[in-house]
């Protein structure tokens, strides 16, 4: 790890200050470390190919007319984004819906935008984690046939 020096004004010092006590940092450098991880977590987004996870989370009235259905064809019709995804009925009109999501920034964007803009979906979240893919050929062992996985 290197050492810096930074010079920084007063009032970026104490929002550094309010974030560490917030999030519960250890230190000004954590806080700082974590600032910057996002910052570049976004440059990297910038461009609509990048390869991501990501997590959608949405609450909607599954009383609201087709609603249910609808959130279900856009899951049938964007299969190939879908890694998981789980329903948690919070009351008799509530539903928790949660989405593991893999493909490219853009794509991963407009399909939670076909969700989360629906009548009825009252909160959401799309946290997207860009990462490097890879198709890599190994065996484990013990005479198995070599075959290819997607890394993460």
Known sequence: MQRITI????????????????RGYGSRSEALRDIIRASATDDSLASPQ???????TH????QTRELAQRISAAH????????????????????????VLRGAAEEIKEFAESLTTQRGVRHSNL?????????TQHDHGSGSKTHEHLHV
């Not at 609450?59 to 599954?62: I, L, P, R, S």
């Not at 190939?80 to 009351?91: A, E, G, R």
């Open 7 to 22: 010079t920084i004004d007063e009032d970026l010092l104490q929002t550094v200050d309010s974030l560490m006590a917030r």
């Open 76 to 99: 049938h019709a964007r299969h190939n984004l879908i890694i998981s995804s789980t329903q948690v009925y919070l009351d008799h009109d509530s539903c928790l819906e949660v989405s």
């Open 127 to 135: 946290h997207l984690i860009p990462v490097d893919v890879e198709m």
């Open 59 to 62: 609450v909607f009235d599954h």
């Open 50 to 56: 990048t390869p991501c996870v990501a997590t959608l």
